[in-house]
């Protein structure tokens, strides 16, 4: 029997023990930012503890009982404080449980609040989750039931010894499974609902408070022990199903960044190729990316989505990438192209779109590269396509593709003043180039007061 006392004591100096330091460990998973002190949130974990929250509300409603038995006695005096009946109304102390188990959580509410801000938690919404959490495990050891004494029973200190025992599982399986695994997702800068933090701590404590008032009423410490143990296997189930949610949220968070993977790795193959094209020539080096450039600008501002900017970006990225078939001699003379030598120049435009047919997955690709030498009058090559005929992006890329030409340096000569290519745009327009872009490209022009956007 003896020995019954001091394991429960000994779990019970357990318990508080790693209440505090997980306690403060789980905090301090919420104050990510740099720069926080320690020792501030080290202090103020200790006086805002929810274990020291709950004393004071246990003192608080056991005054109101005291205040109540007192008020029965009409207050005669103050010595009848001292012969208060232990025994109150069973419904009246479940209602006065009730309520400070409420007054309880809402203070904890608005000081996890209150420090979350105060400290700039990186996640709010997960200091509360901390405290209600924390709460929640002090109203379940919180138990009164239990007769430890020497006298007592065996099967009350056996039930006194398991709900200390469950209480430290308890307290590990929800920093194991939970905790660590919300910081990971706020690490992140993952934005989780902080309606989320609340499902488990407030579900758990409605199924707790209608089981604990209906047992009470029976008056029975059998009935409130089983009542205690189903609580702590629900508890546990709670913690389970929320340990199920946040893996999924993880799972869904996992396959995100892989996408995002997947797609900086393909920019960067496409970036790539485009300075592959563009080292063939040395006059034109990195020509394809500020075409790229160009074309996003010009295609943001006349109102495309910004999944089509993207795509623009990379159709322009890979305009010229037929230049590839194009032998080295006739891209670098420096002498005027004879007609054969331009002639196969001309191609360069079919090889690239063969050349981009293949990436299947991306068939919009190759647009670009086909008809980004097509001219608005149709006479552009290599189909002579006119007008709306010419796929959109690849009239974007036209513009941009000769706006480039214009400022950028060739062997001949340095890149043209900006009033030049001004002016070049504005005659062409509707001849050479869509309308609508080139008014676009001029609005471009017109904003880049220091003429910086050339070579
Ligand atoms: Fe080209």
Redesign the pocket.
């Known amino acids: 029997m003896q020995i019954l006392k001091s394991v429960n004591d000994l779990f019970g100096y357990i318990f508080y023990v790693c209440y505090i330091v997980l306690y403060y460990v789980s905090l301090k998973k919420c104050f990510l930012r740099e720069g926080y002190s320690k020792a501030k949130l080290f202090f103020l974990a200790l006086i805002t503890n929810p274990f020291l929250m709950f004393l004071f509300s246990t003192i608080m409603s056991a005054l109101i009982v005291y205040i109540n038995e007192w008020a029965k006695l009409g207050f005669q005096n103050i010595d009848a404080m001292n012969n208060i009946p232990l025994d109150t109304d069973p419904v009246f102390s479940s209602i006065i449980i009730l309520i400070g188990t409420i007054i309880f959580l809402l203070a904890s509410f608005l000081i996890s609040y209150l420090l979350g801000r105060s400290l700039k938690a990186y996640n709010k919404s997960m200091v509360m989750f901390v405290y209600v959490m924390f709460s929640v495990i002090i109203i379940l050891i919180d138990n009164k039931n239990y007769d430890v004494s020497d006298d007592s029973e065996i099967f009350s200190k056996i039930l006194s010894n398991f709900n200390n025992i469950a209480c430290v599982i308890i307290m590990f399986l929800l920093y194991f499974f939970i905790m660590r695994a919300l910081a990971k997702l706020s690490d992140r800068k993952r934005h989780v609902n902080w309606r989320m933090f609340l499902i488990t701590p407030l579900m758990f404590i409605v199924v707790y408070s209608v089981l604990d008032f209906y047992t009470s009423q029976f008056c029975s410490v059998d009935a409130n022990s089983v009542m205690h143990i189903l609580s702590y296997m629900f508890f546990v189930l709670f913690i389970w199903a929320f340990y199920i949610i946040i893996n999924n949220i993880k799972a869904t968070d996992d396959a995100i960044n892989a996408k995002e993977e997947v797609k900086i790795l393909s920019v960067e193959v496409m970036e790539a190729l485009a300075h592959t094209i563009d080292a063939k020539d040395e006059y034109t080096r990195g020509h394809s990316v500020r075409v790229a450039k160009y074309s996003r600008m010009l295609a943001e501002k006349l109102g495309l989505s910004s999944e089509e900017c993207d795509n623009v970006y990379y159709m322009a990225l890979l305009?010229?990438i037929?230049?590839i078939g194009v032998p080295n001699e006739i891209i670098n003379s420096t002498s005027r192209l004879t007609d054969d030598e331009y002639a196969v120049i001309k191609t360069?435009?079919g090889l690239?779109y063969d050349i981009l047919a293949e990436i299947k997955s991306r068939p919009d690709l190759s647009i670009g590269a086909r008809w980004?030498?097509e001219r608005y009058d149709g006479k552009g090559y290599p189909d002579g396509k006119k007008g709306e005929e010419i796929p959109f992006y690849a009239r974007i890329i036209a513009v941009a593709?000769s706006y480039d030409a214009m400022t950028s340096n060739r062997s001949y000569r340095n890149y043209m003043p900006q009033d030049k290519v001004r002016s070049e745009i504005e005659n062409n327009s509707g001849t050479q180039f869509d309308p609508d872009v080139a008014k676009c490209m001029l609005s471009v022009i017109d904003q880049d007061v220091n003429y910086e956007l050339h070579e």
């Open positions: 305009h010229d037929g230049k360069h435009p690239g980004h030498h593709d």
